[in-house]
Each structure stands twice: as C-alpha cells, then as structure tokens.
C-alpha cells in the first residue's frame, strides 16, 4: 500500500530546532516531487515547502523561508524537514504529502497521518 | 502570493440533499484548481483535480466545475459521511494555498 509515515513532531521551545522524517514506500519515490503542508490547530492547511524527485529544486513558503529546510535522501525514500528558531506560530500538524502530476495538473494525492510540532515555553 | 475565498464558511444540509461551495482565486488560475474533504483529525483527502476531474474511487455524487477565478464544488445527495469540512488549493504556482474551508454539518 502507497504510504507515508512522519515522525519528530515533539514540544519544543521558542527559538529551537527539530527534524522531521517521512518514510515513503510502496511507490518510486525519486519520480515524485513531494510536499510538507502544516496545519495550526482550527485553520486551514498551509502549504510550508517542495522539492522536485531527481535534480532536488526546493520552494518555500515566505512564512518559513530562512528557517526551515526541506531536504531527501532517494536512497532512504526519505523526505526531511528541518525547522529551525521556531516560533510559537508554528505549531501544527505537519503533514508530507506526495505531488502527481497528471498531465501538468498537479495536486497532492497521498498524505501521512502528519506529526505534531508544539513550540511553547 | 494567490488567494483563496471559499463561501461559504459553514453550511448547513439534510442527507439526500444537495449543496454548492464557491472558491475564488485572486489573480486567474485556469483549471489548476483542487478540492478536499477533511475529517477531524484526519489528513485532507483529494477528491478532485483540475477543476472538474473526479479522482478515481470519488463517489459521483461529487462535481467541480470553472476555470480562470472561480470555481464550485457540488455534492448531491448527500450522505452521512460527507459532512466534513470541504477546502479548495490552487496549484498554478507556488506558495501553493489553500482557501479558508467550508464546514458542511447535519441539519
């Protein structure tokens, strides 16, 4: 089964890091491009950060730009986040989810169950 | 950055019934519209995609139609399972966003 598992979510202070991991498997994870989305407790989701499959081409939201870090190991079907000087306004569920592309078309078909991040003193 | 309006915020419904949420972009989009359903706790789940592509394994009963700035999300007949809460997503360019969300309860 297409599946993908986060781990790393945890309570963290203000100003400190966090590495998140999201285990891919049942499908080639190097021709997918893949995607964190985060959620905050009763809004809606928050697109974070992308990076490509094979050449590694990475975006980010303004929100996190300079902070966080979207990363993969292909080897591993891995995708990793890493957040750093964390603000209380990132708590959320922090979702990976795969992007298909259907003829140019893209949109985010496999979602984890997400792990949660609580930054607070 | 693209925005999202999603209308409405809440929405009240009978099964067997049928309802109509409304999403408009900010600047045009084409057809690189997505729609989905979120239950508590849960994971958002794609129902539809360019616009009008009803992802396989999608009930019928779920349609989506427009392009450019403004695009509809419809459900007919409803069942006890739609009542969830309903969110749009532009993928024209990145930041990818999504719109504010539609809560569909029981009436």
């Known amino acids: 089964e297409v599946q993908l598992v986060e781990s790393g979510g945890g309570l963290v202070k203000p100003g400190g890091s966090l590495r998140l991991s999201c285990a891919a498997s049942?499908?080639?994870?190097?021709?997918?491009?893949m995607n964190w989305v985060r959620q905050a407790p009763g809004m809606w989701p928050e697109w974070v950060s992308s990076?490509?499959?094979?050449?590694?081409?990475?975006s980010y939201a303004h929100s996190v730009k300079g902070r966080f870090t979207i990363s993969r190991d292909n080897a591993k079907n891995s995708l990793y986040l890493q957040l750093t000087s964390l603000r209380a306004e990132d708590t959320a569920v922090y979702y990976c989810?795969?992007?298909?592309?259907?003829?140019?078309?893209?949109?985010?078909?496999?979602w984890g169950k997400g792990t949660t991040v609580t930054v607070s003193s | 950055d693209i925005q999202m309006t999603q209308s409405p915020s809440f929405l009240s419904a009978s099964v067997g019934g049928r309802v109509t949420i409304t999403c408009r972009a900010g600047q045009t989009i084409s057809s690189f519209l997505n729609w989905y359903q979120q239950k508590p706790g849960k994971a958002p789940n794609l129902l539809i995609f360019?616009?009008?592509s009803l992802l396989t394994g999608v009930p019928s009963r779920f349609s989506g139609s427009g392009s450019g700035t403004d695009f509809t999300l419809t459900i007919s007949n409803l069942q006890s399972e739609d009542f969830a809460t309903y969110y749009c997503q532009q993928s024209y360019s990145t930041p990818y966003t999504f719109g504010q969300g539609t809560k569909l309860e029981i009436k």
């Open positions: 989810a795969r992007d298909y592309d259907s003829g140019g078309y893209y949109y985010m078909d496999v």
């Open positions: 990076i490509s499959g094979s050449r590694g081409d990475t």
């Open positions: 360019a616009a009008s």
């Open positions: 049942d499908f080639t994870f190097r021709n997918y491009n």
